[in-house]
């Protein structure tokens, strides 16, 4: 996908686009949990037409119905993962210190 910036054409047509499929995404698993969806001809013909275009980005995007048989928990986000890893190398590297300085 373009991920450079927010664009307001994109984001319009999430919720007007050509629909690709309606599908049933279970709450329960793990968020390691890999996601196999069949799209239909729609979606087919528009990926083939971006091909022959020769387009550099093709992106699909969805909506999750309230109601739908359960909560959808907030997963953690990649900035506090960052963040946890750099706290974890720091830690680490001050261990590391001491040790050498003992």
Do not use: K
């Amino acid at each position: 996908n373009y991920n450079v910036g927010y664009s307001t054409a994109i984001y319009d047509d999430l919720g007007s686009g050509v629909n690709y499929g309606d599908f049933v995404v279970s709450v329960a698993g793990s968020h390691l949990d890999v996601l196999d969806f069949s799209l239909n001809a729609n979606a087919l013909a528009d990926l083939n037409t971006a091909i022959g275009n020769r387009d550099t980005y093709f992106s699909i995007g969805g909506t999750l119905l309230p109601g739908q048989g359960g909560v959808i928990p907030e997963p953690i986000t990649f900035v506090v993962w960052l963040l946890l890893g750099f706290c974890g190398l720091g830690i680490a590297r001050y261990r590391m210190r001491c040790r050498a300085d003992s």
